[in-house]
């Protein structure tokens, strides 16, 4: 208890001044400076903790919250622009269920594995399975919830396959290991609790896993896998 009152009271310091010789100053009284002739060996004493009128904070842990306040803001900052959905215009069912699984995707509440069938633009049927927060993770989504492009499967997600040039890729990410050798069909492992997600109509998708088809204009099919890690950090 007696170190989060410290906690406290540094933090009080750090949120009411600029910097560290700020809260110096406000601890020099004008009786000291008026002894001691010198700005800069009243601060020096007020570090020490021989002069002040409060709360002794040593200079690296007013430093120290400092930045960790500073980061924490930044870090707030971050998530609510990278937050790419918010604000739009959202017609399509496919484009909603994204948008509200976009935050918890982010920050890893949720862990969702898109499957998308459709033509790509050469009138080529494709179908493959992407880890939502992987490609959030590594491209601008702002394309897909302008409406200027359409998600699609790709050779570099967890698998895509090409029903016209019959070309199979399978490719494990940062969330999910791959298991294609499964006679049963394609297999998800999520790397943080080693939970099996299996993406078979006719089976169950796994423990703390859901499987929610999409009616959608923009897509022949779409059905999106959502896990929920119960692994604690």
């Known amino acids: 208890m007696a170190q989060d009152d410290a906690m406290t009271a540094v933090d ?12 110096l100053d406000s601890q020099i009284t ?7 002739e010198d700005e800069g060996l009243a601060r020096q004493l007020v570090e020490l903790g021989y002069r002040g009128t409060g709360e002794i904070v040593k200079r690296e842990d007013f430093e120290a919250r400092k930045a960790a306040i500073e ?3 930044l870090a707030e900052r971050n998530q609510k622009k990278t937050l790419t959905s918010a604000g739009k215009d959202l017609r399509d069912n496919f484009l909603k269920a994204l948008a509200v699984r976009e935050e918890d995707n982010r920050t890893g509440k949720v862990s969702s594995v898109i499957f998308i069938r459709d033509k790509n633009t050469h009138g080529q049927e494709i179908s493959g399975y992407i880890d939502y927060a992987h490609r959030l993770k590594n491209e601008d989504f702002e394309v897909y919830f302008s409406g200027k492009k359409r998600l699609l499967p790709r050779t570099t997600d967890l698998s895509f396959y090409n029903w016209d040039s019959h070309v199979v890729v399978c490719n494990s990410s940062s969330n999910y290991q791959v298991i294609s050798d499964n006679p049963d069909g394609l ?6 609790d080693r939970k099996i997600l299996n993406v ?5 998708p796994g423990d703390n896993s859901t499987r929610i088809p999409i009616q959608t204009d923009l897509y022949i099919q779409a059905v999106i896998f959502d896990h929920v890690s119960r692994r604690k950090n």
């Open 30 to 36: 004008t009786v000291d400076l008026y002894y001691l």
């Open 187 to 192: 297999l998800f492992k999520y790397k943080r």
């Open 200 to 204: 078979d109509p006719k089976a169950q």
């Open 12 to 23: 009080n310091i750090v949120t009411q001044f600029n910097t560290y010789e700020d809260f």
């Open 71 to 73: 980061i924490a803001r």
